[in-house]
């Protein structure tokens, strides 16, 4: 009789993400939707989400989750890691949004384009990959939503001892590496490249790389061990909330200044500061917040986690938003500083 | 208990516990104060010389994530040449129908 119930509860939810599944593909293939279609961006946010995946959870964890998703009976705490993995995938999807948009971004404007009409399309198209992971987040969250709602009836579990750093997780940063490199050179395809690695030089931006990594180690530090990985995302969210301000007012002042390098060089900080906070977000603060959860240290993460997963990559689509507005934006006059 | 008689004591413990060991003995004694003296020594030094490494660490890491910090802000501030910058300039100026500015 349970044995029955299982099944029909199994089948039930297949044909729902069957039906689910369909339906996107019939909406893609329908062409309604031609002017959202960004192949790099969906391949990068599909791929760096596994990625992102592999990083913070075991192959076992994850196939567990996915079972459980599936309507699979397990134990206490297969439930409690396969809820928490849901939440994780979630937040990596709209993260890895955020961060896909800002790197389209810098693309856009940092290789050569066919006139105005055309960096400008490019911009608004980088904005896709938001859309996206905003999609897959709440894709994500349904079955996050249902776990944790039958986990919250269990106890907190025993601490399990941490194993070290198994290979799937070596694979999922290998892996989230490549995919960066990969959606980088899908992105520029087929645009000129003048001079030695040139791509390289207009990701790397340094004064955003060093405020970002100098400003989360400092913070983090001064927060202690105590407060294990959520330092590290705290460190991370308030560097990057800190350098968009940063950028913002001085982008502002430029044009008070009528100052067309101080506007350059503040939209310049601010997409890249974006970008470097949400990849350490993703790839050094989730997954070790993700190992605290799955190894029973912690019930689950903290609420200035959450907020800092949930609002710092909106507020850098609102930033880049200001950029785009900011650079297109005609100036009148230029002033004696041009 | 009167004073007479804890000094009557006193006397006769002095007499019957009487430094009259021979120095072979002594030595050996003195050998095994002194092991046992330096192993203390060396034993509270291990945790301190760990701890004090740790914090060397931890300091050399808040230096110089404070050090990189203030680098950034610095040449931010000072609008250092960057290919990313000088194309953003470059597009801004054509928005505004002017030349890019030069560095």
Redesign the interface.
């Known amino acids: 009789m349970i044995e029955n119930s299982r099944e029909s509860t199994k089948s039930r939810t297949l044909l729902r993400w069957l039906f689910a599944a369909a339906f996107v593909f019939a909406i893609i293939m329908s062409g309604a939707f031609a002017g959202l279609m960004n192949k790099a961006g969906l391949l990068y946010l599909v791929f760096g989400s596994v990625a992102a995946a592999l990083m913070g959870f075991t192959g076992r964890e994850i196939a567990t989750a996915f079972k459980m998703a599936g309507g699979a009976a397990g134990t206490e705490e297969s439930l409690r890691v396969s809820a928490h993995f849901w939440e994780a995938a979630a937040r990596n999807a709209w993260i890895l949004g955020a961060m896909g948009s800002a790197l389209n971004f810098?693309i856009a404007?940092?290789?050569p384009s066919e006139g105005?009409a055309g960096?400008s399309n490019r911009m608004i198209q980088s904005f896709i990959v938001t859309l996206y992971g905003l999609v897959l987040a709440v894709v994500c969250l349904v079955p996050a939503m249902k776990l944790s709602g039958q986990a919250g009836k269990v106890g907190r579990p025993a601490s399990v001892a941490s194993g070290g750093l198994p290979l799937d997780r070596i694979v999922g940063h290998v892996l989230f590496a490549a995919v960066l490199v990969l959606t980088v050179l899908f992105m520029i395809g087929g645009q000129p490249q003048g001079g030695p690695m040139?791509i390289a030089?207009?990701?790397l931006?340094?004064?955003?790389?060093?405020?970002?990594?100098?400003?989360?180690?400092?913070l983090a530090?001064?927060m202690g061990a105590g407060a294990g990985a959520r330092a590290w995302t705290l460190g991370f969210a308030m560097t990057g909330l800190v350098s968009l301000l940063?950028g913002l007012i001085?982008a502002l002042l430029g044009f008070v200044h009528r100052?067309?390098?101080?506007?350059?060089?503040a939209?310049?900080?601010i997409?890249?500061a974006s970008t470097f906070a949400l990849l350490g977000l993703v790839a050094v603060a989730g997954p070790l917040e993700d190992r605290e959860v799955a190894e029973g240290r912690r019930d689950g993460p903290g609420i200035l986690s959450r907020l800092s997963w949930v609002l710092f990559p909106l507020l850098t689509f609102i930033f880049l938003l200001l950029t785009f507005l900011m650079?297109?934006?005609?100036?009148e006059k230029?002033g004696p500083g041009? | 208990m009167t004073d007479h008689k804890a000094g009557k004591i006193d006397d006769l413990l002095r007499e019957a516990l009487a430094d009259d060991l021979p120095p072979d003995v002594a030595a050996g004694m003195r050998q095994r104060i002194e092991r046992f003296r330096s192993e203390k020594m060396t034993g509270e030094a291990k945790p301190s010389t760990v701890a004090w490494a740790w914090l060397f660490r931890r300091g050399v890491w808040a230096a110089l994530s404070i050090l990189m910090l203030v680098a950034g802000i610095l040449l931010q501030a000072g609008r250092s040449s960057n290919p990313l910058t000088d194309r953003i300039s470059t597009v801004k100026a054509a928005y505004t129908g002017l030349e890019a500015p030069r560095r």
Request: glycine letters at 8%.
């Open positions: 810098t404007l940092g290789t105005i960096i040139p030089k207009v990701l931006h340094g004064p955003a790389i060093l405020v970002v990594i100098g400003g989360s180690i400092a530090l001064f940063t001085q100052n067309i390098a101080e506007i350059a060089s939209c310049a900080f997409i890249s650079v297109v934006t005609p100036m230029p041009m």
